[in-house]
């Protein structure tokens, strides 16, 4: 669903339902992040709907954070690589 372009105007309008199922899967298997940010309307633009959910992912607590982590392997790898992870992060 998300190659479909959608107006902001139309984001704006939809109900909660609606809104995560489109744009719960940005964050694979985190639909939370989707369910949260509806709260945060009007966007202004689309933009801001990835502005909102970047936010409530950055301010989740850290057990919410590694959730959402080890539901993208790549991202984990990623972050393991850089040195970003703690050691017992990196043998989970």
């Known amino acids: 669903m998300l190659n479909t372009k959608y107006a902001i105007r139309e984001v704006n309008r939809m109900d909660e339902s609606t809104f995560v199922s489109i744009f719960g899967s940005v964050y694979e298997q985190s639909s939370w992040v989707a369910e949260a940010a509806w ?54």
Do not use: C, W, Y
Request: a neutral charge; proline letters at 4%; glycine letters at 12%.
């Open 39 to 92: 709260h945060h309307r009007p966007f202004a633009s689309l933009d801001g709907v990835h502005g909102a959910m970047d936010s409530l992912v950055q301010g989740a607590g850290q057990n919410r954070q590694m959730t959402l982590i080890k539901a993208h392997p790549e991202l984990a790898g990623r972050l393991a690589g850089s040195g970003q992870l703690t050691a017992e992060s990196r043998s989970e």
